[in-house]
Nanobody
């Protein structure tokens, strides 16, 4: 069993900052890509930022220059530093990790999701 637990969401005024964390636990052999997604009411879930096992990063245009994704492999944790927050950033934020788990035939890789954390930015 693999679990992803997120923390760090909350209510903040426009222009403020928040830092999200997501930690994986369980019988994990390896963690490849990590990412943050978000879903606002009435909208589809969208990719916010991703980071590869080699620490290459990718950002949605709407957050470039304001958000920073990072990872700590030893802690099995991914972070999302969010600055200059805007009301349009209001959403439930989900972490995603591509995790390899031990399997009798070798290593089985699956995508896992956190439970989501609410971020609300007031104007």
């Amino acid at each position: 069993q693999v679990h992803l637990v997120e923390s760090g969401g909350g209510l903040v005024q426009a222009g403020g900052s928040l830092r999200l964390s997501c930690t994986a636990s369980g019988n994990i052999f390896s963690i490849n890509a990590m990412a943050w997604y978000r879903q606002a009411p009435g909208k589809q879930r969208e990719l916010v930022a991703s980071i590869t096992s080699g620490s290459s990063t990718n950002y949605a245009d709407s957050v470039k220059g304001r958000f920073t994704i990072s990872r700590d492999n030893a802690k099995k944790t991914v972070y999302l530093e969010m600055n200059s927050l805007k009301p349009d950033d209001t959403a439930v934020y989900y972490c995603n990790m591509r995790i390899g788990i031990p399997h009798p035939m070798g290593v089985m890789t699956n995508d896992y999701w956190g439970q989501g954390t609410q971020v609300t930015v007031s104007s």
